[in-house]
């Protein structure tokens, strides 16, 4: 979702007399055929130029393994640039394999903080951003953070959130699932849930608690949950006996998941890329977390943190039921064009190398 709009932007540049060249790789740290494959058909962009397949493993095997394979592929492939997205292991591994080549990194994503050092993730983004040369921020909040941490105002460049571009060009692509008649769903009458994050998940009294408050709160309401293998198993260890209004199905693809985020009457979380989306669909947003890294969605959007209060999850979600939530805006530079920024900025920076032609990865 990430990559999408900067391979569409390049692709446009390219059309235009650009001298742009690039690689697509996949790391294979996302494996599954619901997680990786089917991103690439319904974002219409074209299959890895190489498939480094790493598949699972620990922390420390997967960035071992990323690194390796990528180090080869770097070694046979010269690049000018090494763009790396997001906060995963891959965005890590591939950054520290690129500089200690010579390579210089761009981190799209770069600068956001949760301050949270229990998090992988912000483990990946404070290394990563540690060794990277140009970072392209979603808001001035990850600018404040990386000018902080003692980065240079000429390594930054504020462009927007590429996964707005994504929603933005496939909007009108969005998909009804089968779920939406086999199950009677009406638009603004149903909630939608995700989790998987440890905190939640891991402790069947918490994820017990967690269901009870939010199934007492919504009443009748039908609340959707596209339960992720691991939370189903946490709920069939627990024989937990599913009430009537709470739906589990499979992971949906994304054009069906986001039709389902844009008219529901609300969603609750733990997921980060969510909490952006729904601020960009103007749809409430019930973060099962005690910090944010998209701080964002909050002062600006439709989102709230919930953290471990059941009290307030409860009000909350009585509050959307009588139709009383915040209104919220939209953060500047997301706006669907983020991609074409982020292909501008590139080709100024290298402007000093007119011969060249650019190759990025």
Not at 325 to 354: C, L, M, N, Y
Request: glycine share 6%; net charge negative.
């Amino acid at each position: 979702m990430k990559i999408a709009s900067l391979i569409h932007a390049i692709k446009k540049r390219q059309e235009e007399g650009g001298r742009i060249t690039y690689q697509l790789v996949h790391t294979g740290q996302h494996y599954d055929q619901k997680l990786s494959d089917v991103f690439f058909e319904d974002l219409q962009i074209p299959l890895p130029d190489v498939n480094l397949e790493v598949g699972s493993g620990t922390h420390a095997q997967q960035t071992a393994e990323i690194m390796i394979r990528f180090e080869k592929f770097l070694l046979d492939t010269p690049s000018d640039l090494v763009i790396v997205v997001g906060d995963v292991n891959s965005t890590l591994a591939c950054s520290i394999v690129a500089k200690k080549l010579g390579i210089s990194v761009a981190h799209v994503e770069g600068g956001i903080r949760s301050d949270d050092w229990s998090m992988p993730e912000e483990i990946n983004r404070l290394a990563t951003d540690a060794i990277t040369d140009i970072f392209f921020t979603t808001t001035a909040f990850a600018n404040q953070n990386l000018l902080r941490e003692g980065k240079h105002e000429n390594q930054l460049h504020l462009v927007g959130n590429t996964m707005i571009d994504s929603l933005v060009r496939n909007r009108s692509r969005l998909t009804e699932p089968e779920i939406f008649s086999t199950y009677r769903l009406n638009k603004k009458d149903y909630f939608l849930m995700t989790l998987h994050r440890p905190s939640n998940v891991d402790e069947p009294e918490v994820l017990d608690r967690l269901l009870q408050s939010i199934t007492r709160a919504i009443g009748s309401t039908k609340l959707i949950f596209p339960v992720h293998p691991r939370t189903q198993k946490r709920l069939e260890d627990m024989n937990y006996q599913l009430p009537g209004q709470l739906i589990l199905v499979e992971p949906l693809r994304y054009l069906e998941f986001i039709y389902l985020v844009e008219h529901a009457k609300a969603v609750i979380t733990d997921s980060g890329g969510i909490q952006e989306e729904t601020t960009f669909l103007q749809v409430p947003c019930l973060t099962l977390r005690s910090n944010t890294e998209r701080p964002e969605t909050i002062t600006i959007g439709t989102n709230i943190l919930i953290g471990d209060r059941m009290d307030l999850l409860e009000s909350s979600l009585s509050q959307i039921q009588n139709g009383k939530w915040k209104s919220g805006g939209i953060p500047d530079f997301w706006d669907g064009k983020t991609g074409e920024r982020i292909v501008s900025a590139i080709e100024q920076i290298f402007a000093k190398r007119p011969a060249a032609v650019y190759n990025y990865t």
